[in-house]
């Protein structure tokens, strides 16, 4: 089952007028794999990542994403990806519970598998006491668990989190890994983007992009046996600066 | 479908917990009408007079007589001569002196001659023209009926109606354009504020990644306002009819089919907006701006297209609020039917179609 392939990218590019963003990008990602994408701002991952959702037509290239081509079918892949970005994306004036059944809402969910997630959701995460209160309320942390976990309420295949730990403490960080290997372990494949490098050792495996092209591909310990370094920070330094 | 209703209900969350918008939606017209119709108004009332005649005989009493009945002026002051006048205007209470010369029956009669004098306030000039005009008619009147048994040959009495509103009530005037500003105002402003707000949280892009079609994300959020502008246009027509007497001359029918023409007209112009501004703030920047300020100025609404510059009168065909203000007063107050106003009624549909091309199109450069 792991060695199952979930996306598969080939020669991937994206050109905006003359200029290429993303310059012909091959990669795997089993499923149930922590995928790690690093680049520096500016070297390609956004754009490649909304080719990957399915926002956004590549120049030239292909890529499937959990079985649907990026060209034919992007609405298939929508159904089966969940995606999370930096800005948690839920609505401040809506009750924990509306945003639940709002988002399950647009995923296509009946109302009773709604009823269930949420209920499973609010008894994992310990959202008892605030099920009824405005999201503006809670905790960043708390927002960043319940944005993740909106993200999976219709068990995607392929999560896709677009630097999710932006601006929350180590901690809670810490314990957002946590809530990652669990979903990886569930068998849901995780495709990160962050610029954390500490958390670039959390990954399976890692790309680095930098100018629109994947430099290096491997697991955090190749890579790191590769560049002759002892961290990740060391092995990305060494690859941005070129 | 489902999928849909809670969007809209979501939408609706968003609406009634923003004490802000709700305020905005329902505040503004009900205020708007009310100030329009009761407060600024070109109509004048009970307006404070002085008087200073200096002959005091029959003709002069009479006269005042007839002009202190009317319901236009009420006499505050009798003064006594002519050093009095300034000080009387600079109390600022009185708008006008009237001042009749000294022999006034007597010249009437032996002369056929005999002067008041007007002396209106023209700080505001506006009031001023139709203080000295009311008070010209009124002396008109007065000649006519002095002279009714003589005979005079070869006289031209002109005889004015003012048509379509006989009382020139300024609500009249203003009750379509403040409908057509109110719309605007719900329809494009809240609309490209709602949307951009999504851009700013970020959730529009995973409303994108979400199996939502763009075009569903969109209707969704347009579509209760769709419902709000409807309702606003219904409050707006009733309180002008059972408030201030407007009459609805023509079909309501028509009326309902142009206002919701329109009302999709600054939605789809709200959606534009939305698509070029990244912020909030923007978008509302842009709707204030570039469609409120053009509503008020260059609409009809309040300055009379026919008197501006070429330059702007061609301008003004741009404008939809123009159209619809004219289809607006036609339906009202002339009680004009489609046959009349299917040119303006084509114009405001062309424009639409326009926005919606755009808008469709610059969403999908976005998209890209």
């Known amino acids: 089952m792991k060695n199952k392939t979930i996306i598969h990218v080939e020669n991937l590019t994206k050109m905006f007028g003359d200029f290429t963003a993303v310059n012909a990008i091959s990669f795997e990602v089993k499923k149930g794999e922590i995928f790690g994408f690093l680049g520096a701002n500016g070297a390609g991952k956004t754009t490649a990542m909304k080719m990957l959702i399915g926002i956004s037509t590549p120049t030239s290239g292909t890529a499937q994403v959990a079985d649907f081509d990026v060209y034919t079918n992007p609405d298939g892949i929508k159904k089966n990806i969940g995606y999370m970005s930096q800005k948690f994306a839920l609505y401040d004036d809506l009750t924990v519970k509306e945003n639940i059944t709002f988002y399950g809402g647009i995923y296509g969910l009946s109302p009773r598998q709604i009823k269930e997630k949420r209920c499973q959701l609010v008894d994992e995460l310990g959202l008892e006491d605030v099920v009824n209160e405005l999201v503006i309320s ?7 668990k319940l944005a993740f976990s909106v993200a999976l309420l219709h068990n995607p295949k392929i999560i896709f989190l677009d630097e999710p730990t932006g601006g929350v403490d180590p901690i809670t960080r810490r314990q957002f890994w946590e809530m990652i290997y669990k979903t990886a372990h569930n068998g849901t494949t995780v495709f990160v983007t962050t610029h954390y490098m500490d958390e670039a050792e959390y990954c399976d495996r890692v790309s680095i992009m930098v100018d629109g092209k994947i430099e290096a591909l491997d697991t955090p310990q190749k890579l790191k046996q590769q560049f002759e370094v002892d961290s990740m920070n060391d092995v990305f330094l060494k690859l941005a600066r070129g | 479908m489902k999928r849909f209703i809670g969007f809209i209900k979501k939408e609706f969350y968003h609406i009634f917990r923003d004490r802000r918008s709700l305020f905005i939606l329902f505040g503004m017209p009900i205020a708007q009408i009310m100030l329009f119709g009761f407060a600024i108004t070109n109509e004048i009332n009970n307006v404070d007079i002085s008087i200073l005649d200096k002959s005091k005989d029959a003709t002069t009493k009479e006269i005042i007589n007839k002009i202190s009945s009317s319901e236009y002026f009420s006499i505050k ?6 050093s009095e006048i300034e000080a009387s205007f600079k109390k600022g209470k009185v708008k006008a002196v009237l001042v009749f010369e000294k022999d006034f029956s007597k010249k009437l009669t032996k002369e056929n001659r005999a002067t008041v004098q007007i002396i209106t306030d023209a700080t505001d000039p506006n009031t001023a023209n ?14 006519q009926e002095i002279n009714r048994d003589l005979q005079i040959a070869y006289q031209v009495v002109p005889e004015t109606r003012m048509a379509y509103n006989q009382e020139l009530k300024s609500v009249f005037m203003f009750v379509p354009g403040v409908m057509t500003i109110i719309l605007m105002l719900v329809s494009a402003m809240m609309t490209s504020i709602s949307i951009t707000r999504e851009k700013e949280l970020g959730t529009m892009e995973i409303l994108l990644v979400s199996p939502l079609r763009p075009f569903e994300v969109i209707i969704g959020k347009v579509f209760p306002y769709i419902f709000l502008s409807i ?5 707006i027509v009733l309180l002008s009819v059972f408030i201030f007497k407007m009459p609805v001359q023509g079909s309501f029918f028509l009326l309902g089919f142009e206002s ?12 534009l907006i939305s698509t070029i501004s990244e912020t909030q703030q923007t978008a509302m920047m842009i709707s204030l701006m570039g469609l409120m300020l053009p509503v008020i100025l260059l609409s009809g609404f309040i300055f009379p297209i026919t008197s501006m510059p070429l330059a702007l009168q061609v301008l003004s065909n741009i404008i939809p609020a123009k159209w619809f203000i004219i289809i607006l007063k036609g339906i009202m107050l002339k009680g004009v039917g489609i046959m009349l106003l299917w040119k303006e009624t084509i114009i405001l549909i062309a424009m639409t179609v326009f926005f919606i091309i755009l808008s469709i199109k610059k969403y999908k450069i976005r998209l890209e």
Do not use: D, H
């Open chain 2, 130 to 143: 139709t203080i000295s005009n009311f008070v010209s008619s009124i002396l008109q009147k007065y000649q």
């Open chain 1, 138 to 144: 809670l905790p960043l942390g708390w927002k960043q």
């Open chain 2, 260 to 271: 919701v023409l329109f009302i999709v007209n600054a939605l789809s112009l709200g959606i």
């Open chain 2, 231 to 235: 309702i606003n246009a219904v409050i």
């Open chain 2, 77 to 82: 002051q009798n003064i006594a001569n002519e």
